[in-house]
């Protein structure tokens, strides 16, 4: 059974900082891809940001330059440095692993709230 937990989120004032934290536990294939998704309030869960268990990265244009996601193989955690934080940032924050054997198999943390408002 894969577990992700999520922590880190929280309320921060326009152009703050947060730090997401995602710990996976179970068994998971090695070569995976994890990632953090967001849901505003009415709107479509979105991408942020992956990584690749090689360290490749790729991010959402709107978060470019702002925010950094990384990984700790070793553990299976992945983290997202978030900096500059806008209001339209505001969002339920998840934690997404993925691999492919024979057929995806994908798991999802349970959400982190994150607020930007003054």
């Known amino acids: 059974q894969v577990q992700l937990v999520e922590s880190g989120g929280g309320l921060v004032q326009p152009g703050g900082s947060l730090r997401l934290s995602c710990a996976a536990s179970g068994s998971i294939f090695r070569n995976n891809v994890m990632g953090w998704y967001r849901q505003a309030p009415g709107k479509q869960r979105e991408l942020v940001a992956t990584i690749r268990s090689g360290g490749d990265t790729d991010y959402a244009d709107s978060v470019k330059g702002r925010f950094t996601i990384s990984r700790v193989n070793a553990n299976n955690t992945v983290y997202l440095q978030m900096n500059s934080l806008k209001p339209e940032d505001t969002a339920v924050y998840y934690c997404?692993?993925?691999?492919?054997?024979?057929?995806?198999?994908?798991?999802w943390g349970q959400g982190t709230q994150v607020t930007v408002s003054s």
């Open positions: 997404n692993v993925y691999y492919t054997m024979f057929r995806r198999v994908e798991y």
